[in-house]
């Protein structure tokens, strides 16, 4: 059961889905942005999904963003467009709450709408109740179910943001099917562990997971290592040998870095995948093979078939609407502090890292075997259970860092943070905590700023600047754009830094004694922080 509002200026939506999907608490309709805004206050944390019509035949007085004076031309125009003004303004207030765009009438531009303001879906309505009404629950249905998606399977953390869980959905459909699934990204992003530890456990079948990395392979080994080959087929060659794709028939073949095959390999995978059998190397029958196959690049295809880099043909059969994009760290703000904390509690899994602790435990007699994580504050002592405390300052690099090599750079980050500090902690016989706290082993500032500085980039930024994915929109001046811009980037460092105006001023003015500024630009800007409240720490 989800709580759902309906901002609509007539009943009739709200009536049709309290018909069609009675299981849910239906709100509203909300008839415009002012009672919607208090719709959303009063229920706090409680909305799951908002239903928004387009067009609100209603007075000029509760229309959104028409300007004082407006003629009679200029308030019909904001009555059809008055759900955009509307989503424009969940978005600054509420910016991870989804939305569904519904219309039943042509020519508002609602796709471009969606996607420049991050709706998650659009409806057109066809004036057929049961048609209407299929799209409504399929839709709500798919949103509602990414909603209460998981945070992680086994090594992988999704996160709480609902693009991420969005994907992780698409994933699962993906992965249930026959098709190709392509999974791009930049290098890091977490590719062989989608391939190997989601795809394929969810796609119901029996086989192995074979894994290849093509950027590893010599060129003229390429074809052997994939398709197989015959003895005597090349020096060397002294024995018939399985390829990767019979090594993985009935299962998944995964081939990273699909964008290194060379013309003559692209041409013989095309043939395996149109004909579903592989001739090995020097042997001229074929055999059968059911593979689902997931391949990986961090280059765009695409360019690469414009370039004549990449087979057009080939390029089709792999599906590009089964094309997957993963995120680069960059853009997860919101999910850094679980992920950092994520990639903590797996390091502790480590069979390493579990002979430290235990090293660690018997320099300062402690008993017990449980590890926990602590960010930010030390945690109250739990007898048995040993400590791993990333101080504030810790944090605030981590959080701070643009992460070039993405997930991969920071799961090796917090490891070595970890065997680093276990191990000085055993070997020198003082407090791992400091202040007389053995059961706390802190990841001292001075550790991760030396471990950020040796990875990939060799730069921390500590309070140098600060980096966000925005999106510039158009607008009918641009003062307004800058001031957009401005609302974006002042709710997303709203959200990261929890509600506290001096952490956003020591970002934007590398002093925490500017809190008072930042909160009156965030004023000026109206910006409500009753309205972001809720969003905090979620």
């Avoid at 059961?1 to 849910?24: F, G, K, N, S, Y």
């Avoid at 009404?133 to 943001?161: C, F, H, K, M, N």
Wanted: with cysteine; aromatic share 6%.
């Amino acid at each position: 059961m989800a709580d759902i509002l309906v901002v609509d200026d007539q009943d009739r939506t709200v009536d049709l889905c309290r018909r069609a999907m009675p299981e849910h608490d239906w709100h509203g309709p909300a008839h415009c942005w002012r009672e919607a805004a208090e719709a959303l206050r009063s229920m706090r944390r409680k909305v799951d999904l908002v239903l928004l019509d387009i067009h609100f035949d209603v007075a000029a007085e509760d229309l959104l963003g028409l300007p004082e004076g407006a003629e009679a031309a200029e308030i019909r125009r904001a009555q059809r467009r008055q759900g955009i003004e509307i989503l424009a303004a969940l978005r600054r207030g509420w910016p991870q709450l989804p939305v569904v765009l519904m219309t039943s009438r042509g020519g508002v531009g609602l796709e471009a709408a969606a996607d420049r303001h991050g709706a998650e879906e659009y409806t057109y309505f066809l004036d057929d109740e049961e048609i209407d009404a299929g799209a409504l629950r399929a839709q709500v249905e798919g949103i509602l179910r990414a909603r209460r998606g998981t945070e992680s399977d086994g090594p992988i953390y999704w996160g709480r943001t609902l693009p991420m869980r969005r994907l992780r959905q698409r994933l699962l459909t993906l992965a249930r099917g026959r098709l190709p699934v392509t999974l791009g990204g930049p290098t890091g992003t977490g590719k062989s562990l989608i391939a190997r530890h989601f795809l394929h456990p969810r796609s119901g079948r029996k086989g192995r997971f074979v894994s290849v990395d093509l950027s590893t392979l010599p060129h003229d080994l390429v074809a052997a290592h994939l398709f197989g080959s015959v003895r005597g087929a090349y020096t060397g060659s002294v024995a018939d040998r399985r390829g990767a794709f019979e090594e993985a028939d009935g299962g998944t073949l995964f081939l990273d870095e699909i964008g290194n095959l060379g013309e003559d390999l692209q041409r013989m995978l095309l043939t395996v995948l149109q004909e579903q059998a592989v001739t090995r190397v020097g042997d001229n029958r074929e055999r059968k093979v059911d593979v689902k196959l997931v391949v990986a690049t961090n280059e765009d295809l695409a360019s690469l078939v414009r370039q004549g880099r990449f087979r057009a043909d080939l390029f089709m059969r792999l599906n590009p609407a089964c094309t997957v994009e993963l995120p680069p760290l960059r853009e997860r703000v919101e999910d850094i502090d679980g992920l950092i904390a994520f990639a903590l509690e797996r390091s502790l899994q480590q069979d390493h890292v579990i002979e430290l602790c235990r090293e660690l435990r018997a320099a300062h007699g402690l008993s017990g075997e449980a590890v926990k994580v602590a960010l930010g504050e030390v945690p109250e002592p739990t007898p048995g259970t040993l400590a791993f405390l990333l101080p504030e300052r810790s944090l605030d690099l981590l959080r701070r860092h643009r992460w070039p090599g993405n997930l991969r750079e920071l799961v090796m980050t917090i490891e070595n943070a970890v065997t680093f500090s276990l191990a000085e902690s055993a070997s020198s016989g003082a407090s791992p905590g400091g202040r007389g706290r053995d059961d706390v082993v802190q990841l001292r500032p001075k550790l991760v700023r030396d471990l950020l500085l040796a990875s990939v980039g060799g730069e921390v930024e500590e309070g140098q600047g600060w980096s966000v994915e925005l999106k510039v929109r158009p607008h009918d001046g641009l003062n307004k754009v800058a001031q957009d811009v401005e609302r974006q980037y002042f709710t997303r460092l709203y959200l990261q830094e929890k509600g506290d105006f001096a952490g956003m001023a020591r970002v934007l003015l590398g002093d925490t004694e500017g809190a008072r500024k930042v909160q009156l630009r965030f004023n000026q800007l109206g910006l409500k922080v009753r309205e972001l409240r809720d969003q905090v720490g979620g």
